[in-house]
């Protein structure tokens, strides 16, 4: 009886070097520009591939995706040919169960991994500074943003005492200054030209909103417009469908009036990742998901954030600049709700703002000011941490499966 041999494991799959970052409260699969194909089509069926998507179980079991918005990301990062940059940066928010990668947006807590793996594959070189300052130019959005990159003897220090919450484990700071973080020329920075603007929502009613640009474009609503008290939990949402379609009902509108979707129906299919939602309250007291009490007096907002139809974690990134630059406009959502609980005593201090969210609180700022009539944004900050995962190949069945 003839027995059958055993497969070659690399003849019916393809290899890809890579490498798995944690970049602040998200997770993703870096990659060399050169290393991909350059048709956007056949990298994006790869890419979706090495992901596990689309998956129908919602898992992504088959693929380095972590079934979350949080951790089913890719970044391409290439050397960039601009005289004020160091590197190129293109981030993917790759669905879990569609067969869809949404480039619309940049991630800024994945922001603070690009320096770092910039730095390990050579593109940028280190000298006897402490630090190494890495000018990224961010593809996605047509946005410069340096990072701040803790150096000892010419590698990258990913060990410290930086604690982020929302991650378990200390590590290295990285700080992270996002230049003229508002729209494009043709967008602005509030894209209506309203600090305010009230959206009819098909089914729920007129809803006070901020739109925004910064970071990522964003709809920021106050909590109480969805019925809620602004301290709700990730549980409060996953099992309230009902809920989350209301949500996406206004992020779509909020979309369409800014211009970035022709229709709601667009906006839903072909624009999950951007804009953002969120929502915002009076500082409030309330417990984080790991346990911790966070207290009403350390904090100037309780913020909460929707990324890919599912609450966020955390927050993230540029839902945090987001936060920080509206919070430096007064007459926004943003600035009246911590103006109020400041009993307008005092301006609000946009330059450092603490946002208490679901797993602790983040710091963040903007630097903000008058030109020529307008409210110009020069700079947000924020700080975050990265850690290299994994470093080596990922591998990808030849024959794509559809």
């Known amino acids: 009886m003839m027995r059958s041999l055993p497969v070659n494991p690399?003849?019916?799959?393809?290899?890809?070097?890579?490498?798995?970052?944690?970049?602040?409260?998200?997770?993703?699969?870096?990659?060399?520009?050169?290393?991909?194909?350059?048709?956007?089509?056949?990298?994006?069926?790869?890419?979706?591939?090495?992901?596990?998507?689309?998956?129908?179980?919602?898992?992504?079991?088959?693929?380095?995706?972590?079934?979350?918005?949080?951790?089913?990301?890719?970044?391409?990062?290439?050397?960039?040919?601009?005289?004020?940059?160091?590197?190129?940066?293109?981030?993917?928010?790759?669905?879990?169960?569609?067969?869809?990668?949404?480039?619309?947006?940049?991630c800024g807590n994945l922001t603070a991994a690009v320096g770092p793996f910039a730095i390990h594959r050579g593109l940028v070189m280190t000298d006897a500074n402490p630090t190494r300052s890495v000018r990224i130019w961010q593809a996605n959005i047509s946005k410069s943003i340096v990072a701040h990159v803790p150096i000892l003897e010419g590698q990258v220090v990913e060990d410290g005492d930086f604690e982020l919450d929302g991650v378990t484990f200390p590590a290295a700071e990285i700080r992270l200054e996002f230049i003229d973080p508002s729209g494009s020329e043709e967008q602005g920075l509030l894209p209506t030209g309203n600090l305010i603007d009230i959206l009819q929502v098909p089914g729920i009613g007129p809803v006070q909103a901020t739109l925004i640009t910064a970071g990522n474009p964003t709809v920021v609503i106050d909590a109480s417009s969805l019925g809620l008290k602004g301290t709700e939990m990730q549980a409060d949402f996953h099992a309230n469908s009902e809920l989350l379609e209301r949500c996406e009902r206004i992020r779509a509108l909020g979309a369409v009036v800014m211009g970035l979707a022709a229709n709601t129906e667009q906006a839903t299919k072909s624009r999950p990742a951007t804009p953002k939602l969120a929502f915002v309250s009076r500082p409030q007291d309330y417990t984080s998901s790991a346990g911790k009490k966070v207290h009403a007096k350390d904090i100037d907002l309780t913020a909460r954030i929707l990324s890919m139809g599912a609450l966020h974690h955390a927050l993230t990134g540029t839902g945090a600049i987001a936060l920080a630059v509206a919070g430096a406009l007064p007459g926004t959502l943003v600035y009246n709700c911590i103006a109020s609980a400041q009993d307008g005593t005092e301006p609000v201090n946009s330059e450092q703002i603490r946002l208490g969210h679901p797993s602790g609180i983040l710091n963040v700022g903007a630097i903000a000011g008058i030109r020529e009539g307008q409210w110009e944004v020069t700079k947000a900050l924020v700080s975050r941490s990265a850690r290299r995962l994994m470093d080596g190949q990922v591998y990808v069945p030849k024959r794509l499966h559809r």
């Open 10 to 106: 690399s003849s019916d799959q393809s290899s890809i070097r890579a490498c798995y970052m944690r970049g602040g409260t998200s997770k993703g699969v870096f990659f060399l520009a050169e290393d991909l194909p350059s048709d956007p089509v056949v990298r994006d069926q790869l890419l979706l591939r090495v992901m596990g998507s689309p998956d129908a179980y919602g898992k992504q079991i088959d693929g380095m995706g972590g079934a979350t918005s949080s951790t089913s990301k890719v970044v391409i990062i290439s050397k960039s040919n601009r005289a004020d940059s160091d590197v190129d940066y293109l981030f993917g928010q790759v669905s879990v169960q569609e067969p869809t990668i949404d480039w619309s947006g940049n």
